[in-house]
């Protein structure tokens, strides 16, 4: 029982690349979440996905899409990175987190 | 949409002592409050929560109370030790689901 997983756990982006970061969990939770956490602000909620299908906007959708590929992967995708997405970015499966993607956009 | 609120942002306490962080909401139907700590370079991991049918809830040295009249909850952790130096964050969601809002944070420093 892995819990959360998420890949890569580190990457440094150009601006205007893309990249998507992947999150799995095996724990068969319906509900699935990507926050980005940025110094003095807490965690902010960007996407989640309740049940398999389905997708919704959190508080900080904006430069940001999602896929829920099935139960047990959602996906977060920067098609056109800028350095105020420099962050640190977690995936959560109902109240369990993953162990975060540190992201530096130059 | 929901608006947490965490003080103080930072708490230096001696070892042996307590330490308490309070957090305020806004959304009158929020009726789940997660407590995460969260070690430098890991991510937040839920030590205590509280759901609102319930006005305390206490594991160990760790205990968490809820006003749902004044919309705030607290953090309680007694006997302090060096492992309990980390940020702590409180949240809040409505019980259906566990979108999160969460608070700042606050900084726990324990000095041995």
């Known amino acids: 029982n892995a819990g959360v997983t998420q890949t890569p756990k580190f990457q440094v982006l150009k601006t205007g690349q893309s990249m998507t970061l992947q999150c799995a969990q095996d724990m068969n939770h319906n509900s699935m979440y990507w926050y980005r956490q940025d110094p003095g602000m807490g965690l902010r909620l960007i996407y989640y996905?309740?049940?398999?299908?389905?997708?919704d906007k959190g508080e900080v959708p904006n430069g940001y899409n999602v896929s829920r590929l099935n139960k047990r992967e959602f996906s977060l995708r920067l098609e056109s990175a800028a350095p105020s997405q420099t962050s640190v970015y977690f995936c959560?499966?109902?109240?369990?987190f993953g162990n975060g993607t540190r992201l530096t956009v130059t | 949409g929901e608006n947490v609120e965490q003080h103080p942002s930072t708490l230096s306490v001696q070892e042996g002592d307590s330490a308490v962080i309070k957090c305020t909401y806004s959304d009158s139907a929020s009726n789940y409050f997660p407590w995460y700590k969260q070690e430098l370079g890991k991510r937040p991991q839920l030590i205590i929560d509280?759901?609102?049918?319930?006005g305390e809830k206490k594991d160990q040295r760790i205990a968490v109370t809820l006003n749902k009249t004044a919309k705030h909850f607290s953090l309680h952790i007694t006997e302090t030790q060096p492992e309990d130096s980390a940020v702590y964050f409180c949240?809040?969601?409505?019980?259906?689901?566990?979108?999160?809002?969460f608070g700042a944070g606050t900084t726990v420093t324990v000095r041995a």
């Open positions: 509280i759901r609102s049918n319930v």
């Open positions: 949240a809040a969601s409505h019980r259906d689901d566990y979108k999160l809002s």
């Open positions: 959560a499966s109902n109240q369990d």
């Open positions: 996905s309740a049940s398999e299908g389905t997708t």
